[in-house]
């Protein structure tokens, strides 16, 4: 899952890009409304964290213009705005749910977890791949009917592979969905999430074609 920050302070922005990356989450940044609408014009995001007082573009316009154009990604509106009639402008203009700053980052997880949810099931199976089952509502991976305890990252690079089973991931591939922009990836990282994901499911669950990247074995 890919997600986009909106938000023009750094410590929040900060604080929050942890807290999502902690939970297996890809997340971007942008620091202003015109950069946002830049990112979202990728469609690449599967939720958005919007804070509402932007420079360059205010909150309520970019989410405005997001949803006239067709986009459909939830959105989380993160703001110190915390009249009524501020959040049912938000909520109008087509949000999904709203926090008023501070908030506890332990609730923002979980809306973020609830909305995709919702998104998910709306859109995707259950995957099954021989023993494996992934269910990305639940957030869960079975082999043989046994629960799996992947972390997030594990569950992720596995998301990606089970998705597609007969695609051969490369490495910058599999980053880009695991990871966000400018967060230190390391040369090796991607082989020790493969690494660790194999010690779970299977070694000959993930096959390495040499020279390319990986794929999931052939059933």
Not at 70 to 87: H, S, Y
Not at 113 to 128: E, I, S
Not at 134 to 141: I, M, Q, S
Not at 148 to 161: D, G, M, S
Request: charged letters at 30%; hydrophobic letters at 40%.
């Amino acid at each position: 899952m890919r997600l986009l920050l909106v938000e023009d302070d750094d410590m929040i922005a900060e604080t929050v890009l942890g807290a999502m990356r902690r939970s297996g989450y890809a997340i971007d940044w942008a620091e202003d409304g015109r950069a946002a609408e830049l990112s979202l014009g990728n469609g690449v995001y599967d939720l958005v964290l919007l804070d509402l007082g932007l420079p360059k573009k205010d909150g309520i316009d970019v989410l405005n213009a997001y949803r006239k154009s067709g986009g459909a990604a939830p959105v989380i509106i993160l703001t110190a705005r915390d009249a009524v009639d501020e959040r049912i402008r938000g909520l109008d203009a087509g949000a999904d749910d709203y926090l008023i700053k501070p908030f506890d980052l332990d609730e923002l997880a979980a809306r973020v977890r609830a909305l995709l949810r919702r998104r998910t099931g709306q859109k995707q199976p259950v995957y099954a791949h021989g023993e494996l089952t992934l269910d990305p509502a639940a957030h869960e991976v079975t082999k043989g009917g046994e629960l799996l305890p992947l972390v997030p990252r594990e569950f992720a690079l596995l998301q990606a592979l089970i998705e597609e089973p007969t695609r051969v991931f490369t490495k910058p591939e599999l980053e880009e969905k695991l990871y966000g922009w400018g967060e230190e990836v390391g040369s090796n990282t991607i082989e020790v999430h493969v690494h660790s994901l194999r010690r779970k499911i299977g070694a000959e669950q993930v096959v390495t074609v040499r020279g390319v990247g990986y794929r999931l074995k052939r059933c």
